[in-house]
């Protein structure tokens, strides 16, 4: 489970944020109500989903996209080279570019508190640490600082004899590379142990379509989500899955072996496979409709975001999804939120345009973050539970059109103004 996120300086993110999974102190009528949003763990009271709402362009997407690529980058940088950059961008104005992003997680894997962090620019790591509370009382496994100049014993500060020969790994542990992923990668158990919990409890986005992973969840969990389509009111009784060869066509282009000169030019066929879904409805159930072509667009991102919710409610994980609700009737987008809050301790951190789901009959308050642009372009976050002057006999969604929590796009529009922008007068359109 996710405790909290801290993140600064990636793309309009500037300042740094903080998207805090640990519960506000809420013990209203309402709240207790919603007693299925949030677990316990420890003396901890947990959330098991938090929305991000807000204009479009406040940063909400940034959000999502700079947990996803900080959460690869544990997992990928291992494998980078000299001549790797990373593939982010800094916030561009006030000098912002040439100030270090940082990146914070407070997590809880097999029972054990940890505290993981690291600061970069795009040409490399600057700093590192990881913190743990093996008894409930935090302690140092690692610190790393690029900053410092001279040998790596310099650089790098361990808790003695928790990690063996930590050295060795630091001397394999490039500018390019995480000494977590390093060393994970050289069968370190406390490093292995991070790398797990990356890899295991957080899911970025959806499962690909027609891909074998979601061949492998749908055979997995397929009663389940032909249920679930029929409690959103679909009259789909019953999906088959099937393994097709398609071909690729494309031009293969021969050359001499002695000159760079073409020779030939030719057709290339490349066969591969892929899954294909198939549909049966209740009115003539022997008749297949192909799910991606053949159903609407809804219901195919539909059935992907069930294939990938089902796994991460039944296995506990924590799931990162941006616009979960696009081509989703709100009835649907709260289904989903139902999903996260039927688990035990599954988490969900989403974005959202629907304003019907800020309604604290669904939501506690603590569960609703706004996200803002600021007048200098960079991203503000905050929650309905810092407005303590706000009950909760209050109507939350109108409040938020009204423009009483800053976080609605202000819009300068009237017919007049787009009959300008037209170049209408008074005779109709110029031109």
Not at 191 to 217: H, Q, W
Request: proline share 3%.
């Amino acid at each position: 489970m996710i405790l909290a996120i801290r993140l600064s300086n990636f793309y309009s993110i500037k300042e740094e944020i903080c998207i805090d999974f640990r519960a506000g102190k809420i013990n209203t009528a309402t709240s207790r109500k919603l007693s299925s949003h949030i677990f316990t763990w420890n003396d901890e009271v947990v959330l098991k989903s938090i929305g991000l709402f807000g204009a479009n362009a406040s940063g909400k997407s940034n959000i999502i996209k700079a947990i996803t690529f900080c959460c690869h980058l544990v997992l990928e940088s291992h494998l980078f080279n000299e001549n790797s950059v990373f593939n982010f961008e800094p916030f561009k104005f006030d000098g912002w570019e040439n100030t270090p992003s940082t990146f914070s997680m407070d997590f809880v894997y097999e029972g054990i508190e940890y505290e993981y962090s690291f600061s970069l620019t795009k040409h490399g790591i600057l700093q590192e640490s990881l913190y743990y509370y093996p008894k409930g009382k935090k302690a140092k496994v690692f610190t790393r600082d690029e900053r410092i100049k001279g040998e790596k014993a310099k650089k790098y500060s361990f808790a003695d004899r928790l990690i063996p020969n930590p050295l060795d790994i630091a001397h394999s542990t490039s500018e390019k590379t995480l000494y977590v992923s390093r060393g994970s990668q050289m069968d370190r158990e406390i490093c292995k142990t991070v790398f797990r919990f990356y890899m295991n409890e957080i899911t970025l986005g959806l499962v690909p379509d027609s891909s074998e992973a979601s061949f492998a969840l749908f055979e997995k969990n397929k009663d389940l989500v032909v249920y679930a389509l029929n409690i959103c009111d679909s009259d789909i009784v019953d999906i088959k899955a099937q393994r097709e060869q398609v071909m690729n066509v494309g031009p293969s282009i021969v050359r001499r072996p002695d000159s760079s000169a073409l020779a030939s030019a030719s057709v290339q066929v490349l066969k591969r496979e892929r899954v294909r879904f198939v549909t049966y409805h209740a009115k003539a159930p022997t008749i297949p409709f192909d799910l991606e072509s053949e159903e609407s667009s809804g219901t195919y991102r539909l059935f992907l975001m069930l294939l990938t919710l089902i796994d991460v409610v039944r296995s506990n994980k924590t799931f990162f999804l941006d616009e979960f609700d696009a081509s989703l009737h709100s009835i649907l987008s709260q289904f989903i939120l139902d999903l996260f809050h039927a688990s035990s301790s599954a988490q969900f951190l989403y974005s959202s345009h629907d304003t019907n789901l800020i309604n604290l009959d669904s939501l506690r308050r603590d569960q609703i973050l706004f996200v803002r642009k600021q007048s200098n372009s960079s991203t503000e976050v905050y929650s309905l539970y810092d407005y303590k002057d706000f009950r909760e006999n209050m109507d939350a969604e109108k409040g938020y059109l009204q423009g009483r929590f800053d976080a609605v796009p202000i819009v300068q529009s009237s017919v007049e103004v787009i009959k300008k922008l037209l170049g209408n007068n008074e005779d109709g359109l110029n031109g």
